[in-house]
């Protein structure tokens, strides 16, 4: 059965880091490209960055929102994913999921249950 | 980036009616629109892709129709257990956007 557990979340001042994790079980982890979606209390879901399996640097992408304060990264050998997120700004206060992207489309078949990011002072 | 409307932002039904809930995108993407329904403090869970076809386990009172930039989730004979959030999402192109919800509660 496919797990993705998240864990990293916290209480964070604004511009301060953190770095996610994402656990990953139940299927061949190196075989997917994966995904952080992020959801602030109450609202609307926003897609935040994918890797590709390989997990090259060329391999990535970001939201504008998020561009050049985070880094995703992965470690296929711990079936790992991460996100760094750096300069952390209220707006990125959110749920942060991480999410398998299927194999036959683009969508995301398998979510995790999510940490919760809060950016304040 | 694609802009996506949901509509209606909240639906009051009952059980065993059919609903619909429409998500219409701002550039032609296609057939490649997926669902997903969300229950409190859950994470989201793919119902349909590529507007139309079943996800492997959900139920098929739950349909998807429409390409181009209009789309329709149908749900029929509502069950208690389909009073949740839905999000339409497009990922024909990043970033992938996701629609702002529609609430379906009961009447």
């Known amino acids: 059965e496919v797990h993705l557990v998240e864990s990293g979340g916290a209480v964070v001042q604004p511009g301060g880091s953190l770095r996610l994790s994402c656990s990953a079980s139940?299927?061949?982890?190196?075989?997917?490209?994966m995904h952080w979606v992020r959801q602030s209390p109450g609202k609307g879901l926003e897609w935040v960055s994918f890797?590709?399996?390989?997990?090259?640097?060329?391999?990535?992408d970001y939201a504008d929102s998020v561009k050049g304060r985070f880094t995703i990264s992965r470690d296929n050998s711990k079936n790992s994913l991460y996100l760094e997120m750096n300069n952390l700004r209220a707006d990125d206060t959110a749920f942060y999921y991480c999410?398998?992207?299927?194999?036959?489309?683009?969508?995301?078949?398998?979510w995790g249950r999510g940490t919760l990011v809060t950016v304040s002072s | 980036d694609i802009q996506m409307t949901q509509s209606p932002s909240t639906l009051a039904a009952s059980v065993g009616d059919r609903v619909a809930i429409t998500c219409r995108t701002s550039?032609?993407?296609?057939?490649?629109l997926a669902w997903y329904q969300q229950k409190p403090g859950k994470a989201p869970k793919l119902l349909i892709y590529e507007a139309s076809t079943l996800e492997s386990g959900v139920p098929s009172r739950f349909s998807g129709s429409g390409s181009g930039t209009g789309f329709t989730l149908t749900i029929t004979s509502l069950q208690p257990d389909d009073f949740a959030t839905y999000f339409c999402q497009q990922y024909t192109t990043y970033p992938y956007t996701f629609g702002q919800g529609t609430k379906l509660a009961i009447k």
């Open positions: 550039q032609i993407i296609n057939k490649w």
């Open positions: 890797i590709l399996r390989d997990g090259k640097s060329k391999s990535v």
């Open positions: 139940g299927f061949t982890f190196d075989d997917f490209t």
């Open positions: 999410a398998r992207e299927m194999e036959s489309a683009a969508v995301f078949d398998y």
